[in-house]
């Protein structure tokens, strides 16, 4: 069994996108801009805003920090994204999720342009990607397909099984496989025989949220297992939805939890956001 392990990979390319930061810096003589757009005070937003300023630091991206109160009115979020759409120092916009529910969030994320749209989950990025062509591709999904290719993990040819069918996970690692030449199944809650669906896959993606969820007898010998899920186990501990003890002697490559996918995300952020400069 070789471990997939993400937090490696996520600093070898760290230092790959520094130097294409520094590189981009000194040709067009400018510096790359990402905004961060939070509203609100949730706890775990607060963390995974924080976690993004500072990569962009150790990437030599400039971050630009927008905190608005909870009880801020969508006129003002929206002339904010707006603003940020206009400026020619920003070039890539994050609207971190979820959004206070008295705003309508599907209307504010459509405000950012799809070339800023460094989270990948605008339709018109959603729907280059669906016909295979050149887009900003969702962090998490596009991080696993980092893994896959850093590890040598083939996919042409292969079945790969992906459970979960989030528009921000499950849908776009399908397509990612789709177009890497795999043949994908997705299953979700109302698959008829999970057990059976997931035994067929060479890759096994799980998405679904679920502590250890998926089990030994899911996982065929000699699969790669890619356990995207972030849960807490009855000890409060972080864990995957793969219960990674049980399944990891089946399994020619496997990614932990914490270590694995987890890294890879923000990663891939400050990868999109160097992307969407060099394109502008
Ligand atoms: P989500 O929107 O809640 O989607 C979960 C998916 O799992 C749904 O499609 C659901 O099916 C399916 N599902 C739920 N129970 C199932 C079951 N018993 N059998 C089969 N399928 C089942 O979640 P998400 O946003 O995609 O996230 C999934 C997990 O990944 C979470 O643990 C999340 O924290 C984690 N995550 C991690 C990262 C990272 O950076 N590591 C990033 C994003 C998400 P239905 O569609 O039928 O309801």
Redesign the pocket.
């Known amino acids: 069994m070789i471990l997939i392990d993400g937090k490696k990979l996520a600093q070898e390319m760290r230092v790959e996108i520094k130097s294409g930061v520094e590189k981009f810096k000194l040709e067009r003589q400018r510096d790359i801009g990402l905004a961060v757009v939070l509203v609100g005070e949730n706890p775990a937003s607060q963390v995974y805003v924080r976690n993004k300023i500072k990569a962009c630091e150790e990437v030599g991206i400039k971050s630009y920090a927008e905190y608005l109160p909870a009880d801020s009115t969508e006129e003002c979020v929206v002339e904010l994204v707006k603003r940020l759409a206009d400026d020619k120092n920003i070039d890539g916009i994050l609207v971190q999720l979820p959004l206070p529910k008295h705003l309508d969030a599907d209307r504010i994320l459509k405000l950012v342009p799809t070339e800023k749209d460094v989270d990948g989950f605008s339709e018109e990025n959603t729907g280059k990607l669906c016909m295979g062509k050149d887009c900003l591709v969702a962090?998490?999904p596009n991080?696993v397909m980092k893994m896959l290719e850093r590890y040598g993990v083939e996919t042409r040819g292969k079945k790969a099984v992906i459970?979960?069918?989030?528009n921000?996970?499950?849908k776009p690692m399908a397509m990612l496989l789709l177009n890497a030449d795999a043949t994908v199944t997705v299953?979700?809650?109302?698959?008829a025989n999970?057990k059976e669906e997931c035994l067929r896959a060479d890759i096994l993606v799980s998405?679904?949220?679920?502590a250890k969820?998926i089990t030994a007898d899911m996982v065929k010998e000699g699969a790669t297992v890619i356990d995207?899920?972030?849960?807490r186990d009855e000890n409060g501990k972080l864990c995957g939805?793969v219960d990674f003890e049980a399944v990891k002697d089946k399994c020619a490559y496997i990614t932990p939890v914490p270590g694995?996918?987890?890294p890879?995300?923000i990663t891939m952020l400050m990868y999109n956001t160097l992307q969407a400069a060099s394109r502008r």
């Open positions: 962090c998490t991080g459970v979960g069918r989030s921000i996970v499950g299953c979700h809650s109302k698959t999970l998405a679904i949220g679920k969820f995207v899920g972030m849960n939805d694995g996918v987890g890879m995300t």
